[in-house]
């Protein structure tokens, strides 16, 4: 158990005090739930507007599937926001519209807002979290999450509260924020593994503070023991899954930072980054020191969360590439904090407040900007490709996927559609008449290709991702030679992020 003594000093001096008219303040969980339908606004604003990309498609369609298939796709290849996927196996129960469905995520989000502002009073004061929670509800980087049928805004509150709950645990180590720790901890690692990494940031800020009670271990122990399901599908996986991602660069990081400080710009950047600045400063020279004094070691936790997951990810992808700046979402609190210490540290309440509404006011640049482009992917355009294609099919048509998941979203976009009646039939990937988890993985063999060319009379086809640094892959190149020697004619259509060729 902490000892009184260290208790008293970490909870004591700190550098930001809670003055008098906050103390008193009444009305501070009154603001965060007008922030809350603030956000609400912002969330399901243009929620159905853009189509869903690959990953969304993914989504519901692993939801889809039976429960043997279930079991198997998340053991084979994507376990990682598997909390997300029975969830969402609920959810698609009472609607599946891409409205409903991506709805799912803003409730995370919405619930994010108490939680932030919980946790910068038990940091700081009432005032910093509420500028904390005032900034999220603007966040570009947290709408655009809000706004999409994956896991990430579920990650988000969940890490956030793994970290409340570890804060709520220091301060009083009873066995009810220790079940709160443990839980939230584990929940968060289910809805995306790097949630690991923060809580691996808790680990070493427990370090810094220089005790380690014998409660504490045991929430580490527990927490390991209840994740360690994700240990062992990564070593029966292996990188696979991840083979996709590329060596970060100095360009990579630059974009995440400016992304997650608001899609603003150099501007709102460098405001953000002077904020976190003016909050460090104080502490500056204690920072790399063991401290029991909450004036500094809450900062180091802070800082902790915020650079430790990425740091030690762009390590390893020196050898092994592994980051995505999606995954490292979760640190987007932290850095909300800091930019709030940082905007609290103005003398005055009104140069606070001054000082909030520009952040503010770039910040709502940054999200009406990314109402209209997206700003950290190119989004396919499944919804324009799967029209098109059930608009255009005949009797007798077939479909191969150049990526057999390309399948997922447009069998969603197709159990939309009135028109599909006689939609191509999938000739690959296909292994029966209901999806299978195989479905999900490869791409057409040039075997398959071989036996498929001239057997049908009309073949759809749809490319993505098929360009490599030296022209068309292997599946195209295989695909252009078979297929244009067997068909008389081709006809094209090109969508964002997609082709779609008709072979007849």
């Not at 014998?214 to 122990?221: A, G, H, P, V």
């Not at 007798?396 to 399948?407: E, K, N, P, Q, S």
């Amino acid at each position: 158990m902490l000892k009184m003594q260290a208790n008293a000093e970490l909870t004591s001096a700190p550098e930001i005090a809670d003055n008098p008219q906050d103390s008193r303040f009444p009305f501070g969980w009154l603001l965060v739930a007008l922030l809350a339908v603030i956000a609400a606004a912002l969330r399901f604003h243009a929620l159905a507007v853009k189509s869903f990309w690959l990953d969304e498609g993914v989504s519901v369609e692993i939801a889809r599937l039976d429960w043997y298939n279930f079991a198997r796709i998340l053991w084979r290849r994507e376990a990682n926001m598997a909390l997300y996927y029975l969830l969402l196996r609920g959810w698609l129960k009472f609607g599946d519209t891409e409205f409903f469905v991506r709805s799912l995520s803003i409730l995370p989000a919405l619930a994010m807002l108490p939680v932030l502002y919980w946790l910068g009073r038990k940091l700081f004061d009432r005032r910093t979290g509420l500028i904390a929670a005032a900034l999220f509800t603007v966040n570009a980087y947290s709408i655009r999450y809000s706004q999409e049928a994956r896991s990430y805004s579920l990650y988000i509150l969940l890490a956030t509260a793994s970290c409340a709950a570890f804060i709520a645990f220091l301060d009083s180590p009873i066995r009810r924020n220790r079940f709160l720790h443990v839980a939230a901890s584990v929940l968060a690692v289910y809805a995306h593994f790097y949630a690991a990494l923060i809580v691996a940031a808790q680990w070493v800020s427990a370090r810094i503070l220089g005790s380690r009670p014998e409660q504490l271990r045991r929430n580490w122990i527990w927490i390991a023991v209840l994740s360690s399901p994700v240990l062992v599908f990564a070593a029966a996986t292996g990188v696979g899954p991840l083979a996709w991602i590329e060596r970060p660069g100095l360009k990579t990081l630059y974009k995440y930072y400016d992304h997650m400080a608001g899609n603003g710009g150099p501007i709102l950047l460098c405001v953000t980054l002077l904020c976190c600045l003016a909050a460090l400063a104080p502490v500056a020279t204690g920072l790399l020191q063991k401290s029991r004094s909450r004036g500094v070691w809450r900062f180091q936790f802070l800082l902790a969360w915020l650079l430790l997951p990425v740091l030690s990810v762009v390590a390893v992808s020196l050898a092994r590439p592994m980051f995505v700046a999606r995954y490292f979402v979760a640190c987007l609190p932290a850095f909300l904090l800091l930019v709030a210490a940082g905007l609290r540290r103005l003398p005055q309440t009104w140069m606070q407040v001054a000082a909030l509404i520009v952040v503010i006011a770039f910040s709502a640049r940054g999200a009406r900007s990314y109402y209209h482009q997206d700003f950290d992917l190119g989004r396919d355009d499944w919804r324009g490709a799967t029209s098109f294609i059930v608009s255009h099919s005949q009797p007798g048509d077939v479909i191969i996927f150049h990526l057999a998941i390309g399948r997922m979203p447009y069998e969603y976009y197709k159990s939309l559609s009135p028109q599909a009646v006689n939609t191509p039939m999938v000739v690959f990937p296909s292994r029966g008449a209901s999806m299978d988890y195989r479905d999900f993985i490869g791409k057409p063999s040039v075997e398959f290709l071989k036996d498929a060319a001239g057997k049908y009379s009309r073949v759809w086809v749809v490319l993505k991702d098929n360009q490599t640094r030296g022209g068309p892959d292997q599946t195209t190149r295989a695909l252009d030679q078979l297929f244009r020697t067997s068909y008389a004619h081709v006809d094209t259509a090109d969508f964002a992020g997609l082709e779609v060729r008709i072979y007849y």
